[in-house]
């Protein structure tokens, strides 16, 4: 009964990461640099599933060996860095859950014709009462799970349809004519960056699935959310390369939904808003438990109060973006913040799997530590290059 407990608890942290990943942002981030790279995209995607991996295993594994979340783990490595990354993740969550509002209020503006504000305080009050049931994880694991299957099998379907050339995607994958690190920083900050690689991973220290005993549990976990998101990172991928390749113009005020629109008419139009609906509400509910969860552990207070605070966090979301719209240079400024955070929060995580005080008598593999540091180094570079370029040095 416990091992099928633990199942259940393992899928729901996979697909809430996952759920987590795959937003407005998502969606639109995939039909750009599809446009943009055409059948090379998929050697970046393939490039991003290799980073993403080596950072969510090692986050993972550490934070439940350890039994501690983030913010703490990092207080004992350094006094004071877990304020800093919690203040930087919960910023950067809040910033992002406004997106993540807009996404769903776009849904249902494009499924019911209501206005976008309307879809978001619609969404909200969905979001908000996964949170006031008395057994909120279990119905967040559910949701989490319905709504990442709903995604995946409606952009299967919208990728068959649109005829892709699968065996050119298959050769540019490994054998590329145009490649991007813009792409690749982007990719992977959208899938590991930020908040969203611990969603998953604190969503397991709630359940109580830590410990060394659990290490092949927490690998399988960590795995399958990163399958979860590249699956449908994938399909959005060629999807958008067969619209392309049949001569389709995406529309650069909405690529995601040209996407849809071009390869299924109307029908295509209406699923779009299915999916940046179940995207930007899973995101919310995803955002709003992790971004709280990085402070609940500072003030028995904030513990105690954690779904009251978490449900204010989701109303502020929703009445900033009711107040001033979607504040797309915030959104830029913070994506590029969360382009820093990936590699501190992995470094910090590298460090402590090498302090006896925080994980005992664990032994990191040594092979899975040195890809971890290529992969802080890696991003680290190419977030500096990236904020270079927006501040035009």
Known sequence: MKKQRNWSVLMGAAFLMASSAIGPGFLTQTAVFTAQLGASFGFVILLSVVLDAIAQLNIWRIITVAGKPAQDIANQVFPGLGYFISLLVFLGGMAFNIGNIAGAGLGLNVLFGVSVGQGAVMSAIVAIGIFIYKESGKAMDLFAKCMGCLKIALALYVAY???????????????????????????????????????????????????????????????????????????LFIAALGVITAGGKL?????????????????????????????????????AY??????????PLILKWNRGIIIGFIIISCCIFLAIGKPVKTLLVVGAING??????????????????????????????ILGVLVVGTMTWMSIGAIGQMLGW
């Open 290 to 299: 992790t971004s709280v969860s990085f402070i609940r552990s500072f003030s």
């Open 340 to 369: 820093f955070i990936l590699p501190i929060a992995l470094g910090v995580m590298l460090v402590a799997a090498y302090r006896s005080k925080i994980i005992a008598s664990y032994k990191q593999p040594l092979w899975l530590t």
């Open 161 to 235: 349809i649109s005829n892709p050339p699968l065996a050119q995607a298959a050769i540019r994958a490994v054998n590329p004519t145009q490649f991007s690190f813009t792409a690749v920083l982007t990719i992977v900050g959208g899938t590991v960056g930020g908040y969203i690689t611990f969603a998953g991973a604190h969503r397991l220290l709630d359940a109580k699935i830590t410990g060394q005993q659990n290490l092949p549990v927490v690998n399988r976990g960590a795995l399958s959310a990163i399958g979860l998101a590249s699956l449908m990172r994938l399909l």
């Open 251 to 287: 529309d650069p005020a909405n690529p995601a939904a040209s996407i849809f629109q071009l390869a299924a008419g109307q029908v295509g139009y209406k699923l779009f808003g299915v999916i940046i609906w179940a995207a930007g509400i899973s995101s919310v509910v995803g955002s």
